[in-house]
């Protein structure tokens, strides 16, 4: 009875995990969407797919490792299953970090070009009104 209720709890647990964890090509277009972002949408937008990100690379890392397998594979089969595997992962890490990267920056030029439209804003209603005091 106990081993039937740790196989029943395993998975449960096994197909929540892997209900939340999101599909590659989901997250592969969220994270095409990022350089197409509004500085409006950066903010909330890059934070979820963030999230989306942190949870498929970690779900993947328990894959490659074969933690959730069971698969019988020779030892070198899964080494070469699991070399090729974190190749994987690390090639869609590098494509995220570079799309994340040019989106951070457009939304912080933006904030920038923004902070210096206010600053010439102040600047000039300083000099308009010293220039008043003159007269």
Known sequence: MKRWKFILVY?????NLLAAVVSK???LLEIGKLNSLTPL????KAERVQDMYDQYIDFQ????TEEFSNKVFSQ???DENQKDCLRKLR?????????????RKNYLEYLHAERLKELKRIHDEAISALKKQKD
Request: include cysteine; charged fraction near 40%; hydrophobic fraction near 25%.
């Open 91 to 103: 090639e869609l890490e590098i494509d995220y970090t570079e799309k994340s990267y040019t989106a």
């Open 25 to 27: 090509e989901e997250l």
């Open 61 to 64: 890392k328990r894959v490659c």
């Open 11 to 15: 998975l449960y647990l096994t197909n």
């Open 41 to 44: 949408e950066y903010v909330t």
């Open 76 to 78: 070198k089969e899964s």
